[in-house]
Each structure stands twice: as structure tokens, then as C-alpha cells.
């Protein structure tokens, strides 16, 4: 089979000419199909629920969601983007739509991948749900990694706790203390149980009118809570492992679905720990909300921040400014960038 050949430089050019013409003869009102395409209907405004391949479904303004194709100058597509599609007029073809352009992201949500690098995961997202849980275990520092990754993309986030019936008296006291921490720095927290529907309402409200995402750990039930939340969902639900304690992955691609009342979640796929070696260490250090007030002031501009002369984040620590597993969770991911790194490199060096 011959391979495509590449598109040349004004190949290219002429194709992105054509998608801002597409996008802004929608964005004016004018929705005049292409003479040459008359096989496809007019363009309207759809957002895509779910992408798979080279194909997403689209939803379009009157709730009908379709398969669509994508023109092949579109980048890239996922769950959450604002497009142009056309439907097709002949039913008998095989293709429900064209996606044929793709508004401009008020937000995305972005992880690395140790083979592909940056990825994107959902997009023109309002708020981010860290999910934490007592099952498998409860830790700060997952916490932290979802925080900065939030930070960094400056998507609001809100630390939900989740499984809160099964949390034990000897538990109680230092989980409520470490969610105390997080609120005195200005983050929202929420508690709740999917199995007893406590805090569910509140979640709701929060949900309201916004277009979210939740994250967390494999098997801290996510799945579980949008469930009690929305029962025509109908997720896939993963036990934790008897053997690893670790949670099984449940959701392969991400989909946005709709609560009755207007708010919007985009579920995206688990994964147990959110890498962030693709951010330099100042920018880790930015995205600790509580080190922003010291940051530049260190008496050496390539201060660690740890045994450093002079650190003023060291000396804020100290003077109980900043919380003791806030400061070293900071440290445990600046300690873990250069390693996550070089086995990128590693793996990326074996597999060419």
C-alpha cells in the first residue's frame, strides 16, 4: 500500500486560510455550504463528545450526535472542542458529518506521555475535580501532582475526598488536619461518599453550569460518584486490586456527558501518578500557590530552595508559613522530574 505524501508548506497554508474562512463566515452567521460539497449540509456549531481515531462524535445544536469524519488540516480534536461540522445528506454514504474546523481553546488539560510526548486530553474546561480517596490510600502528594498540573494550566481546581464511610476514628483526626491545609491556602475541599450519597448534593451544585473534569488515582471512584450522580451514565466501575492495592483502570477515552441541570463533565481516562516531567522546576515552584509570595527573593537566583543560604521559601517553612508536606512533596517531585526524564529518553532511545 503507498504511503500519503506529505503536504507541502502552501498546501498547508491554504488549508489553514480555509479553516479561519470556515470559522469566521460561522462565527458572522453566514453558514453557506461550499459549492463543491454538495453532498454535505450547511455548517453549524457542534461540540465533540468523544474521539476516536481519525473519527469523533459530534454533537450538534440540536442534541443529535453524529460520527464524523475530520478534514485532514485539522490538528487536533478532542473531547471538549468547540467545532464547524457539516452533515451529510445522503444517509446511504457511510459518513454522518465533516468536523471542518475547530474553535480556538479557552483551556486544555494536558499530561505527558512517555512515548508521544505532551497530550492533550480534554479541552475549554472550567474546573478541575482532584479526586483522593482512603482506598486504595490517602496521600498528599498524588494530591500536590494534580495540583501543580492544574496550576499549570490554570484551570480551577477543587479537592474532592471521596469514600468517606470508610474512613476509620484513627484515620479522622490527620486526614481532616491535611484537608484543613489545603483550605487555608485557598483551595476548595469537598467530602463525600458515593455509596451513602453524602456531600453528593453539594458536588452537584458545584458542577452546575460548568464544564469539568475529575482526575485521580485508579480506583478513588471516580467512576463510582459520577454514577451516584448521574445514573444514565452508566460507567464502567474498577475494583481495587486485592494484590497491588493499586485500582484498575476502567475508562479508555474520554467523554463528555450532560447533568439535567446544565452542567457538563468531561470523564477522562485514569492514571495512578500525573507525571509533570516536561515542567522545569521554577514552574513546579510557581504552581505551589503558598511559595508564590517568595519566589525571586531567595539571595541566590538558582536557589534549590532546600539547604541554599539565604532561601526564603526554606526560612518561610521554618517560620510555619508553608506546611511541612507541602514543602516536601515539592521536593519529592523536583527530585522525581530528572529521572522521569532521562527514562523518557531511555525508552524513546530503545524503541528507534
Known amino acids: 500500500m503507498s504511503k500519503k505524501k506529505p503536504l507541502s508548506q502552501g498546501q498547508r497554508r491554504r488549508m489553514r486560510a480555509n479553516q479561519e474562512k470556515r470559522l469566521q463566515r460561522h462565527d458572522s452567521g453566514n453558514s453557506t455550504p461550499e459549492l463543491q460539497d454538495s453532498s454535505l449540509g450547511p455548517e453549524q456549531l457542534g461540540t465533540v463528545i468523544s474521539r476516536f481515531g481519525q473519527h469523533a462524535d459530534i454533537e450538534t445544536e440540536l442534541a443529535q450526535i453524529v460520527r464524523c469524519n475530520m478534514r485532514r488540516n485539522i490538528q487536533s480534536l478532542v473531547t471538549g472542542d468547540k467545532v464547524v461540522v457539516r452533515l451529510s445528506k445522503d444517509t446511504d454514504t457511510g459518513i454522518a458529518g465533516v468536523v471542518e474546523a475547530v474553535h480556538p481553546r479557552h483551556s486544555s488539560l494536558s499530561r505527558p506521555d512517555i512515548y508521544d510526548g505532551i497530550k492533550i486530553i480534554a479541552s475549554n474546561i472550567d474546573q478541575i475535580l482532584v479526586v483522593s480517596s482512603v482506598v486504595p490510600s490517602f496521600t498528599t502528594q498524588i494530591i500536590d501532582r494534580y495540583l501543580v498540573a492544574a496550576e499549570d494550566t490554570h484551570i480551577a481546581p477543587v479537592i474532592i475526598l471521596n469514600k468517606i464511610d470508610l474512613i476509620s476514628p484513627e484515620e479522622e483526626d490527620s486526614i481532616e488536619e491535611a484537608l484543613q491545609r489545603y483550605r487555608d491556602i485557598g483551595y476548595q475541599v469537598?467530602?463525600?461518599?458515593?455509596?451513602?450519597?453524602?456531600?453528593?448534593?453539594?458536588?452537584?451544585?458545584?458542577?452546575?453550569?460548568?464544564?469539568?473534569?475529575?482526575?485521580?488515582?485508579?480506583?478513588?471512584?471516580?467512576?463510582?460518584?459520577?454514577?451516584?450522580?448521574?445514573?444514565?451514565?452508566e460507567l464502567v466501575i474498577g475494583d481495587v486490586s486485592t494484590n497491588s492495592g493499586l485500582g484498575q483502570h476502567t475508562t479508555t477515552t474520554a467523554k463528555l456527558l450532560h447533568f439535567a441541570s446544565g452542567g457538563d463533565l468531561i470523564d477522562s481516562p485514569g492514571v495512578r501518578e500525573f507525571a509533570l516531567w516536561h515542567l522545569p522546576a521554577e514552574r513546579v515552584g510557581w504552581c505551589f500557590i503558598e511559595f508564590r509570595d517568595y519566589l525571586g527573593t531567595c539571595k541566590f537566583r538558582d536557589c534549590k530552595h532546600k539547604t541554599d543560604p539565604g532561601c526564603a521559601i526554606t526560612q518561610a517553612f521554618k517560620e510555619g508559613k508553608i506546611a511541612e508536606d507541602r514543602y516536601n512533596n515539592y521536593h519529592k517531585i523536583i527530585s522525581t522530574l530528572h529521572e522521569q526524564r532521562h527514562a523518557r529518553h531511555f525508552i524513546a532511545d530503545t524503541d528507534n
Do not use: C, H, W, Y
Open 190 to 233: 469537598l467530602k463525600v461518599s458515593s455509596k451513602t450519597g453524602e456531600g453528593v448534593e453539594q458536588i452537584k451544585a458545584l458542577l452546575n453550569e460548568n464544564v469539568s473534569v475529575f482526575v485521580g488515582q485508579s480506583g478513588v471512584g471516580k467512576s463510582s460518584l459520577i454514577n451516584s450522580m448521574m445514573p444514565d451514565a
